[in-house]
């Protein structure tokens, strides 16, 4: 079976789903490279690092925005976009767990709480997914 792009009225939930996630993916990103040293000093892991995250998350959430634009959206975008959240939350997860990162406790609790965020615009792509294939 072929998916068939997303072009009508019903994908207006997933778009704005995609587009959050854009904005605050690509917001994030700016702020770990604009200001890596303060942040590291506040969330531990080394700035450099926070640079690295930065740039993925920036070319991330233009990547997402994309997708998001799209007169037609991509079914198997959305999965992938999907998948690279679920990806992101449980590394994320793992990283506080195994310790890798360094966090400090701000740093590990702010870890835990944007994993919430991305697997909650997961959640909210799913549904704008299914939305837009039901109605």
């Known amino acids: 079976m072929t998916a068939v792009p997303i072009t009508t009225d019903r994908m207006k939930f ?7 996630d854009a904005v605050v ?3 994030n990103g700016l702020i770990y490279l604009a200001f890596a040293d303060p942040v590291s000093t506040l969330l531990g892991p080394d700035a450099g690092l926070l640079r690295a995250i930065g740039g993925f998350l920036l070319a991330y959430g233009a990547a997402v925005a994309l997708v998001a634009g799209r007169r ?3 079914p198997a975008a959305t999965k992938a976009v999907i998948a690279a959240n679920v990806i992101w939350t449980l590394g994320s997860v793992a990283a506080v767990v ?3 990162a360094g966090f ?7 870890a ?3 994993a919430l965020v991305v697997a909650g615009f997961a959640e909210l792509q799913i549904t704008g997914l299914r939305k837009s ?3």
């Open 72 to 74: 037609a959206i991509s």
């Open 112 to 114: 835990i709480a944007q």
């Open 14 to 20: 997933l778009r704005l789903a995609l587009a959050a």
């Open 98 to 100: 195994t310790g890798a």
């Open 104 to 110: 400090t406790t701000v740093g590990a609790v702010w």
């Open 25 to 27: 993916t690509g917001g």
């Open 133 to 135: 294939r039901t109605n």
